[in-house]
């Protein structure tokens, strides 16, 4: 039941912020990323279509690993769970 709660809060995040995206002030983008952690930690589906969508687009995955980097250590074990390129344990 929690889980189902963070993945809609998750989708509500991701749409504000790309509604907030636009703005001069760019408020759309710690939308956008709040709502991305918490559907990479609560929804194995929107993994699987991360992780489908990086390999797809290389140039996209590079510039998601660099960024990688630089993320709070949760947020960078779920996105290295999507990395094409990770062996996975």
Do not use: C
Request: net charge positive; glycine share 8%.
């Amino acid at each position: 039941m929690l889980r189902l709660f963070y993945q809609i809060l998750g989708w509500i995040f991701l749409g504000a912020g790309i509604v907030l995206f636009p703005l001069p002030i760019p408020l759309g983008i710690p939308f956008i990323a709040i709502g991305f952690s918490l559907l990479l930690a609560n929804s194995t589906h929107f993994a699987a279509f991360l992780r489908g969508v990086r390999k797809k687009f290389p140039k996209f995955n590079a510039s998601l690993t660099r960024m990688t980097n630089k993320m709070p250590g949760p947020i960078q074990k779920q996105l290295a769970k999507t990395d094409p390129n990770h062996i996975h344990e």
